[in-house]
């Protein structure tokens, strides 16, 4: 071999190695790329489940299922409305966190839906919880001011993530957002 066929090999050779590189780097950033979405899912997820939510949730559900009323200890309401706000808001960040996840989805089968699907089957039994507590919250807010919540900008959020669970079979067409349907329910309070 002459040298400008051991430099024609060089330049074939360094030009493979550059490929590779390239290939190396492309697999390394779609797998950084996947792990933040189920990390940013996870964190979604740990925010409902943690601190001043988790004691929020305690409060709503304390509501939800009775623990409130003329048979209960007396209800601190502004605690109460301050929890359902708390709540509600943890909710508005969920959506916009999976919407922004969704958006990143090209298809369906896309590797980029897992981070969805692993969101959706963490939150999808929280959504169906709080569609029935929500109402029930309202309801007694209602009954114990004798004035509505002014609650729809909050709910919005809440609306459209029980909306989208419910389009992917993942919560029970029965609920309805801030709306109970009483025997109707599938809510667990209902089935006492």
Not at 57 to 75: C, D, E, N, Q
Not at 111 to 128: C, F, G, K, N, T
Not at 169 to 174: E, F
Request: glycine letters at 8%.
């Amino acid at each position: 071999m002459g040298a400008d066929d051991w430099s024609a090999l060089a330049g074939v050779s360094s030009t493979v190695l550059a490929l590779a590189a390239v290939v190396v780097a492309l697999v390394a950033f779609r797998s950084e790329h996947q792990r933040a979405r189920f990390e940013a899912a996870r964190a979604l997820h740990h925010d409902l489940t943690t601190g001043e939510v988790a004691a929020a949730r305690k409060v709503i559900g304390s509501l939800h299922y009775g623990g409130f009323g003329a048979a209960s200890a007396p209800v601190d309401w502004n605690e109460a409305l301050t929890s359902y706000f708390t709540l509600l808001w943890c909710f508005e960040r969920i959506e916009a966190g999976r919407t922004a996840l969704v958006r990143g989805v090209v298809r369906s089968g896309d590797p980029r839906s897992e981070a969805v699907d692993y969101l959706d089957a963490l939150v999808a039994w929280h959504i169906a919880e709080y569609a029935c507590g929500f109402a029930i919250a309202r309801r007694k807010f209602a009954d114990a001011s004798a004035q509505e919540v002014s609650d729809v900008d909050s709910t919005s959020g809440f609306s459209r993530l029980l909306l989208a669970l419910q389009e992917r079979g993942l919560v029970d067409r029965a609920y309805g957002a801030g709306i109970c349907a009483g025997a109707g329910c599938p809510c667990p309070c209902h089935q006492q």
